[in-house]
Each structure stands twice: as structure tokens, then as C-alpha cells.
């Protein structure tokens, strides 16, 4: 079984810095397709894509983080990042990390609704960005 656990939310002043992590167990199927991603949800809102990479290092990110967030992969310790820089109180959200492992579009926003064709899914840790 897939397990995700986030770590790394936290309070911070509008401007500032977080590193989420997300560490990786159990999964037995073959790297090659896997897409990994991050993703957020608001009180009250949809949820939404951030960033997702691939296998081969490819990535896609939400017009509303480029530039400051950064998606990385480490295969050495099994670890999904987002390094967020220049946080917003727009950013405040619960994020989640999520991951497929069937081939199909990796995309922060396709296919369908954010998120809807990731099959495995972290606990989510809050960020919360002040004014």
C-alpha cells in the first residue's frame, strides 16, 4: 500500500519561506510512469493544483506559483518538496501531496478536475501566511 505523509507546514509572515516535504513508502509498481504533485484547498474553496513533476524531471505549474514555488524530487530518500518562496495570504490553504502511477498526464490541472486522477493522497499539512 502507497503511503504519502506531508510534513513541513507552518505560520508565516506574507514574504517569507516553507519547505514541504512528502515521503514516499509502499509502493510496489514501476517508477517509470510515476507523476507526482502538489496540491491545495482553501476553507470553503475548490481544490487546486499547484505543481506536479515526472519521472524525467518534467514539470507543470499553476500560473499563481510560478516563479516562486519549486517542485523537486529526491529518489535517493523517497521524498516529494515544494520549496515556497514570496508567500502570499492567498497561499494559505491545506496542501497535499499526491501520486500516480499509471501513465497518464501529468499535469497540475488535466485531466478533468485538479487532482481527480491521482489515486494516492498524503494527510495534508496547513500553511497559513499572514499579512
Not at 519547505?19 to 507523476?35: A, F, P
Not at 493544483?49 to 510560478?66: F, H, L, M, P, Q
Not at 491545506?94 to 501529468?106: I, R, V
Request: aromatic share 12%.
Amino acid at each position: 500500500q502507497v503511503q504519502l505523509v506531508e510534513s513541513g507546514g507552518g505560520s508565516v509572515q506574507s514574504g517569507g519561506s516553507l519547505r514541504l516535504s512528502c515521503n514516499v513508502s509502499g509502493y510496489t509498481y514501476s517508477t517509470y510512469y510515476m507523476c507526482m504533485g502538489w496540491f491545495r484547498q482553501a476553507p470553503g474553496k475548490e481544490r487546486e493544483g499547484v505543481a506536479t513533476i515526472n519521472r524525467d524531471g518534467s514539470t507543470t505549474y499553476a500560473d499563481s506559483v510560478k516563479g516562486r514555488f519549486t517542485i523537486s524530487l529526491d529518489d535517493a530518500k523517497n521524498t516529494l518538496y515544494l520549496q515556497m518562496n514570496s508567500l502570499k495570504p492567498e497561499d494559505t490553504a491545506m496542501y497535499y501531496c499526491a501520486a500516480k502511477y499509471d501513465g497518464s498526464w501529468c499535469h497540475y490541472s488535466r485531466p478533468g478536475a485538479p487532482g481527480a486522477t491521482f489515486k494516492y493522497w498524503g494527510q495534508g499539512t496547513q500553511v497559513t501566511v499572514s499579512s
